[in-house]
């Protein structure tokens, strides 16, 4: 779809950026206060993990204040005009995105935190789900010759499709590549192990 709005930042955009600033800012708050005995790199998951439990439940699922719950959509619905007539396949998937995803993320935050030994089947299964639901937002779309979203505008491109969407491609799959690794690494000692228990034999 095409839209013949001069790329500028309107008041709303100005707002609808801010608050996902201020999501952003209140993960990092909940891992500094949750996070602090974590290594690098799971400091880093845990931000991420906040933070996506934050923007599932308050502007997917419109917990936070309905004025900027409304105000964030119908500005996103500029890049993506499925946002804003509630399209029975997006609504289906944030449904689903807001319980799932937000519960996996909620269980792994306590597996990374506490050590556990399911947290790698959590990540695995909530990184699998966030590229699902990413692929069956846009796909459809993309099928159809993407006329639902506008590519006109750079900020409606390259900011609200690319880099916010883009961020639960890459960061699931950089979650997936971490836990390959380290379910590699614990399938390493576990051979080192039996490698010594048959020499000693």
Not at 21 to 41: E, F, I, N, P
Not at 61 to 83: C, I, N, P, Q
Request: with cysteine; proline share 3%; glycine share 6%.
């Amino acid at each position: 779809m095409d839209s013949e709005a001069p790329p500028t930042l309107s008041l709303v955009s100005v707002l609808s950026l801010l608050g996902c600033s201020l999501q952003l800012l209140v993960a990092a708050l909940l891992t500094h206060r949750y996070g602090g005995r974590s290594s690098k790199t799971d400091w880093w998951i845990l931000l991420w993990l906040f933070y996506d439990v934050i923007v599932h439940l308050t502007l997917v699922g419109g917990v936070s204040s309905f004025l900027m719950h409304g105000l964030t959509w119908k500005e996103y619905g500029k890049a993506d005009s499925r946002w804003l007539v509630s399209d029975p396949n997006i609504v289906s998937l944030e449904i689903l995105t807001v319980v799932l995803d937000s519960l996996l993320a909620l269980l792994l935050i306590h597996a990374v935190l506490n050590d556990k030994y399911y947290r790698h089947f959590l990540q695995i299964t909530l990184s699998v789900c966030e590229l699902y639901g990413g692929w069956m937002t846009f796909c459809p779309d993309w099928l159809l010759g993407s006329p639902h979203l506008d590519t006109s505008n750079p900020l409606y491109l390259w900011v609200y499709l690319v880099f916010f969407n883009g961020l639960w491609v890459l960061v699931p799959v950089l979650l997936l590549v971490q836990s390959w690794l380290c379910l590699q690494s614990l399938h390493a000692v576990k051979e080192d192990r039996a490698s010594a228990q048959r020499k000693k034999l």
